[in-house]
Nanobody, 115 residues
């Protein structure tokens, strides 16, 4: 079982930055995939970024070039640094992990971008 707790969301002006954090209940080296999804009002949940157990990363085209996913193995925490935020980045962001074929989700953290 994997428990995930997100933090770092909030209100930010367009062009600003946020760093989201996801703390896992077990060592992240043992988790196959960790990442972030988001769901905006009236939209389907979409993948933002993920990092594999080997450290490879992938990003959605909408955030590529202005977002960075990283991890601190000592703290069992995955981060999502988002720069150059746009209004369309407004969404609830969910931490995600897949461990032994089972998916786990955090409760979400709200990101709101204002002009």
């Amino acid at each position: 079982q994997v428990q995930l707790v997100e933090s770092g969301g909030g209100l930010v002006q367009a062009g600003g930055s946020l760093r989201l954090s996801c703390a896992a209940s077990r060592i992240i080296e043992s988790i196959n995939v960790m990442g972030w999804y988001r769901q905006a009002p009236g939209k389907q949940r979409e993948l933002v970024a993920y990092i594999s157990i080997g450290g490879s990363t992938n990003y959605a085209d909408s955030v590529k070039g202005r977002s960075t996913i990283s991890r601190d193995n000592g703290k069992n925490t995955v981060y999502l640094q988002m720069n150059g935020l746009k209004f369309e980045d407004t969404a609830v962001y969910y931490c995600y992990s897949r461990h032994r074929g089972t998916s786990y989700w955090g409760q979400g953290t709200q990101v709101t971008v204002s002009s």
